[in-house]
């Protein structure tokens, strides 16, 4: 006896509360979910497994158009075709590159340590990986090398970021079913025989830094006016921090009373939480600030913007943002008789040594506000802080 069709009414739709599957017959049920939402879903076996597909929210398809809807994907089934597996080649058939990768940064970027790096996936992308629009099963070698071959020699260093991100994003799109085949963005076995590796291309350059011995003019030339990224580069070379630890800093980190700034361990390079005693100088740009916005809300190259662009933008200079850190490591060495487990810890630098890591656990803060307070009245700066008004 064949089972009942057209069980369901629209008042039924409408009405009905009770949590669960209501059947309107061959396959097509009504859910409702926990907090009231009506959804239609169609229930069917393919090759012995049983399968469930969504065929809309009951506020957007009506019973008529839910009844077709199951029709249509039960001719697929008659036809020998999964409906699943059919929608999901019908979607991947229309995805573009711009499609995959919006999608595999979206599920990836909670992850990530700060919005900062989900701008960077995306900006680099758009100026250097494959066309947004291309369908991307289309992409192949010859479309990689396309966007690789201009910036290997001349970029390498952001022509491996942006061939890993190009990698990452395919194989992405790959496990959703919008391609299949081989990665032709994989390095190893494959772009390895096309591309010279990049040790080979240009070898690593250090981070160029300023003498320390300039730092102090260069901090008063900072404070000649007030400007939000002269406001960040001192608090960054003032606490002997990273760009990205310094314009992804939020107040939550800081402890104003104790003078402690700590960076929790997933925005740290290293991955452990470190804790940065702030000196009076460094108090007194952040006390005057907004605390309805984060510090140093900034572009993670605005500082280096100020540094190198040549006047009236910038300062013109051959140096880097994290090139200070080496001027305050070089400072340290050669100006005082600091420990070097003290410095290194300033720096939030890994130490090798068990010995000197053991000594983390002491009282190792109180000795670097020492070595960080030495530095401000090396730089030229009161106990009392510098006087500075921001905006």
Known sequence: MARPI???SARAVQ????????PDGAGLYLLVGPTGAKSWVLRYQKAGRRREMGLGSTSLVSLAEARQAAV???RLLVAGEDPISARRASRAAGATFGDAADAYIE???????????AAQWTQSLKDYGPARSVPVAEIDTAMVMTCLRPIWEKKTVTAGRVRGRIERVLDWARVHGMRDGENPAR???????LLPKPSKVRKEKHHAAMPYADVPAFMATLAERDARSRRALRFTILTAARTDEVVGADWSEFDL???????????????REHSVPLTAAAMAILEPLSRKEPPFKLSENAMLFLV??????????????HGFRSSFRDWAAEETETPNEVVEMALAHA?????????????LLDRRRVLMEDWQAYLGLAQSGDESNPE
């Open 257 to 271: 009373e104790a003078r402690v700034w700590t960076i929790p361990a997933g925005r740290m390079k290293g991955g």
């Open 351 to 363: 130490i090798r040594n068990k010995a000197e890591a053991a000594y983390r656990r002491g009282a």
């Open 6 to 8: 057209h069980r369901l």
């Open 308 to 321: 190198q662009k040549p006047a009236p933008k910038g300062l013109g200079l051959p140096f880097t943002v």
């Open 107 to 117: 599920s990836h970027k909670a992850g990530w340590k700060n919005e900062a790096q």
């Open 15 to 22: 009405t009905l509360t009770k949590q669960g599957y209501h």
């Open 187 to 193: 390095w190893r076995g494959h772009l390895d025989h």
């Open 72 to 74: 249509a994907q039960r």
